[in-house]
């Protein structure tokens, strides 16, 4: 079905958070207005603050945590010993990096998993959280076989083997 006058375009311009709502009988009331996330901070320090909290949370209460931050500093250092480029040490810190993250966000899918079912079983938190954990493992297995190719010719070279 063709019609002859164009279809309207999206509007670009964000709708009213506080637009009023139809009661059953008619009466207008007013919803109360959403704050946005990005005023809670309050300022860009406060945000960076927040961030400080959830890395020392990570590091405190993640022993996964601590140890991908224990070798990614073996690694790195290990690739400046070597004498690694500026590109190669580049990739070292973009895994390990990845790496971190995915463990900070597995963290974060257990604490919301847990806050919306409590101590209860459900397989969907289950689904969640192995497929969380599956990830940093994905990440982590593929940083372990990135760091192998760009440090084991040089350090062999090292070693004189």
């Known amino acids: 079905m063709t019609s002859s006058q164009p279809s309207p375009e999206p509007s670009s311009e964000p709708r009213p958070l506080s637009a009023p709502t139809q009661l059953r009988h008619g009466a207008s009331k007013r919803r109360p207005r959403r704050i946005g996330a990005w005023t809670v901070a309050g300022d860009l320090p406060a945000s960076f603050r927040y961030a400080a909290k959830g890395l020392i949370y990570g590091f405190t209460s993640q022993r996964n945590f601590r140890?991908?931050?224990?070798?990614?500093?073996?690694?790195?250092?290990?690739?400046?010993?070597?004498?690694?480029?500026?590109?190669?040490?580049?990739?070292?810190?973009?895994?390990?990096?990845?790496?971190?993250?995915?463990?900070?966000?597995?963290?974060?899918?257990?604490?919301?998993?847990?806050?919306?079912?409590?101590?209860?079983?459900?397989?969907?938190?289950?689904?969640?959280?192995?497929?969380?954990?599956?990830?940093?493992?994905?990440?982590?297995?593929?940083?372990?076989?990135?760091a192998m190719l760009l440090l084991l010719p040089p350090l062999l070279t090292r070693l004189g083997l």
């Open 67 to 146: 140890i991908h931050v224990i070798t990614g500093a073996v690694v790195f250092g290990l690739g400046l010993w070597l004498g690694l480029s500026i590109d190669q040490l580049a990739v070292l810190v973009l895994t390990v990096a990845a790496v971190l993250v995915l463990e900070l966000l597995n963290t974060a899918t257990e604490a919301v998993v847990d806050l919306a079912i409590g101590r209860q079983f459900h397989p969907l938190a289950k689904i969640a959280k192995d497929c969380a954990a599956a990830a940093v493992l994905v990440a982590a297995l593929a940083s372990l076989l990135i």
